[in-house]
């Protein structure tokens, strides 16, 4: 007997201290075990209320406690019914449902979602809510503890935690008329051109002059104001790129 709890001292200690160490919540789905008691075996999610009903102790409040925690108030509470003289209960967790975490903005399937140790990027998150829809940004918003953060989908991986909200706003736009193939509005790029604005727009007609380009910006008071543009000049948010026609 004595090498059978040597054994299960030392799995315990093998487990990984960090989901250990995580509370429970409620929506977590759990599975409790008390050795050499296999009618005690219990498989349950976590109610409103914070807590699971155990056989013969009835209902115990698990949310907000370890794993340990949680298994040391169940062997309490066995003992103190004097069903069980020395319990050794162990408890698991088989489904994470309170780490969550909101998705907002174009995305597919906007809602709140499970985060688990497979998948606590940004990325991962918003591939499970059906990914970015059509004129969404890539560079996301992640709202944590009240304060945001702009983060690039894209780019280096960044670690959501539970409550956070990641917001998809609409991607930053220019528009192009005038002697172009396809006039419209388009997404903005980082560090774009008006070359290669004109190139999303299907490129200068036959009419058209790469030398008689405008440019309409806002500026600090919010008034539109053209300006003669240059290929390589930079093109910013809300722009308004203008291809006039040649003179002959």
Not at 35 to 61: C, W, Y
Not at 68 to 87: S, V, W
Not at 109 to 122: E, I, K, M
């Amino acid at each position: 007997m004595r090498y059978i709890f040597l054994g299960i001292f030392l799995l315990a200690l093998t487990a990984p201290v960090a989901a250990q160490s995580e509370k429970l919540g409620i929506g977590d789905a759990i599975r409790v075990t008390v050795f050499q008691q296999p009618d005690l075996t219990t498989e349950a999610r976590i109610s409103e209320r914070g807590t699971i009903n155990m056989p013969l102790i009835g209902e115990v409040k698990v949310a907000g406690l370890s794993q340990p925690e949680a298994a040391g108030t169940i062997a309490d509470g066995l003992k103190k019914g004097n069903y069980l003289k020395n319990p050794q209960v162990s408890l698991a967790i088989t489904t994470v449902r309170s780490r969550q975490v909101s998705v907002l903005g174009l995305v597919a399937r906007p809602g709140r979602y499970a985060l688990d140790d497979t998948s606590p990027n940004v990325a991962d998150v918003i591939a499970a809510a059906g990914g970015i829809v059509a004129g969404g940004d890539n560079h996301v918003v992640v709202l944590r503890d009240g304060k945001s953060e702009k983060v690039n989908v894209l780019g280096k991986p960044f670690a959501l935690k539970a409550g956070d909200t990641v917001s998809v706003e609409r991607a930053p736009v220019f528009y192009i008329y005038g002697e172009v193939a396809r006039s419209g509005a388009y997404r903005l790029e980082p560090n774009m051109t008006v070359m290669q604005a004109i190139a999303a727009g299907g490129g200068i007609t036959p009419r058209g002059s790469e030398w008689r380009l405008k440019m309409r910006r806002a500026n600090e008071n919010g008034k539109l104001v053209e300006s003669s543009a240059k290929l390589q000049d930079g093109v910013r948010e809300n722009d308004v790129i203008i291809v006039k026609e040649a003179l002959f």
